[in-house]
């Protein structure tokens, strides 16, 4: 639940404000000050600056940035931690990548696909694997080549994430519409909110709903009493019902999940000093169903393929990533019911590739950051799936090294 008083609206800067507030300064202070310092010195301090009530789509926002509202989340302090390796690795071990990545800062998905190649390049060098960063393939600038098993093999990463984030991000947006509205008009009513969009949504939606919300909590009358029956507000972008906060009628909103977006006001309370205060929750529906996740999967299978048809180099790899982290960019596998190994072999007989496929999935707890890998192999090649693993066996289920 978010307390009404407890947000902060004013311009900030994010990196500042998670230091200062950071959680872990007693118990991390090394964790914490290789993570404020790093950022800062690789990023400078305009990076992390946020202006009061900007609106951005998710592709537009950093990732790092999610992580930073996270200050009392340990699972962000090592999901920032690993980021951190990443930029040291590179300053100390590839300086020549640098310049290269100072025009992607703008750009934060090529920024964070750039941290997997960066990822994939320290496990290659800690094995003293002999590679070569940033090599042409018939015209195109392809990750680089590695020398394993006594051949040459061209390896490209690609960072998946999951389907239907567009969906997401205006559930995500109409949410902070919503709670610069609290913020400013103070709500107190016990009522239940839910927001639907027409498919296929569309930013377009947002600016609709969020002013029919505001414009009924801007009645006094809305302000402060209950409604006395359901409401249903609808139009060619979408609905918005309003209904009295009851606990029967919450268990079956929250059970039947007919929403994209809810806003749920609690029974106000009198403070001490006479004044009313509301308190409310925000919480989004959000489902993809698992043919969906698996055709994004086949669907960069087969770009990388096409691109590799003209390929000068017979061996090829292809590193998969998906991460589990608090931020919204999510990654296509979020968690193991979403992972089916024995269908992603099935997939890749099928389409016949000619590629090793590592699959290398990132999650980051309170209490480590998990890495599992999982390599398929085309027929011939199943000596390579052990070989590969190796690369990474010093990570495999162990907490990442910080610093």
């Known amino acids: 639940m978010i307390k009404l008083n407890e947000l902060n609206f004013a311009d900030r800067n994010l990196l500042e404000n998670w230091y200062q507030n950071n959680a872990f300064k007693e118990s991390e202070p090394f ?38 509202s996270g200050f009392d989340k340990r699972s962000s302090l090592y999901a920032l931690a690993d980021i951190c390796n990443l930029i040291q690795y590179m300053r100390i071990k590839a300086p020549q990548l640098i310049k290269g990545a100072e025009g992607l800062k703008k750009n934060p998905r ?12 320290r496990v290659m060098d800690e094995n003293e694997i002999v590679n070569k960063k940033l090599v042409d393939d018939d015209g195109q600038e392809l990750e680089g080549t590695c ?28 949410m902070e519409g919503v709670i610069v509205t609290n913020h400013s008009v103070v709500p107190v009513a016990p009522n239940i909110y839910q927001f639907n969009f027409k498919r296929p949504v569309s930013v377009n939606q947002l600016p609709v709903l969020i002013k029919k919300y505001n414009d009924f909590v801007g ?57 009313i205060s509301g308190r409310f929750g925000l919480f989004a529906n959000f489902a993809v169903a698992q043919s969906k996740i698996y055709k994004k999967l086949e669907d960069v299978l087969k770009k ?16 998969i990533d998906s991460e589990s982290m608090s931020e919204f960019q999510m990654g296509v ?17 099928k389409m016949g590739l000619t590629e090793i496929l590592c699959i290398t999935r990132k999650e980051f707890t309170d209490t480590a950051g998990l890495l599992a890998v999982n390599v398929i192999t085309p027929e011939g090649e199943e000596s390579m799936e052990k070989i590969i693993k190796d690369l990474f066996q010093p990570m495999f289920n162990k907490a990442m090294r910080f610093g």
């Open 31 to 68: 964790i914490v000050q290789f993570v404020y310092f790093t950022l800062e010195s690789y990023f400078g301090k305009e990076y992390f600056f946020v202006k009061a009530g900007t609106d951005k789509p998710l592709e537009k926002i950093s990732w790092i940035f999610g992580l930073l």
């Open 110 to 121: 090529k920024l964070r696909a750039f941290f997997y190649e960066l990822f994939i390049y």
């Open 147 to 174: 020398n394993l098993d006594g051949r040459e093999f061209l390896f490209e990463c690609k960072k998946v994430f999951l389907p239907d984030l567009e969906l997401l991000d205006i559930s995500r947006r109409l």
């Open 219 to 275: 009645r006094i009358e809305n302000r402060y009493a209950a409604v006395a029956e359901e409401l249903e507000d609808e139009c060619a972008n979408g609905s918005l019902t309003i209904s009295r906060n009851t606990k029967e009628l919450l268990e079956q909103v929250r059970k039947v999940k007919n929403y994209d977006v809810l806003c749920v006001f609690d029974e106000p309370v009198q403070l001490p000093d006479g004044q």
């Open 304 to 319: 990388v393929h096409r691109q590799h048809r003209d390929s000068v180099y017979e061996n090829r790899i292809i590193f």
């Open 333 to 349: 596998f979020q968690n193991e019911n979403m992972f089916d190994l024995e269908w992603i072999k099935r997939l890749h007989k």
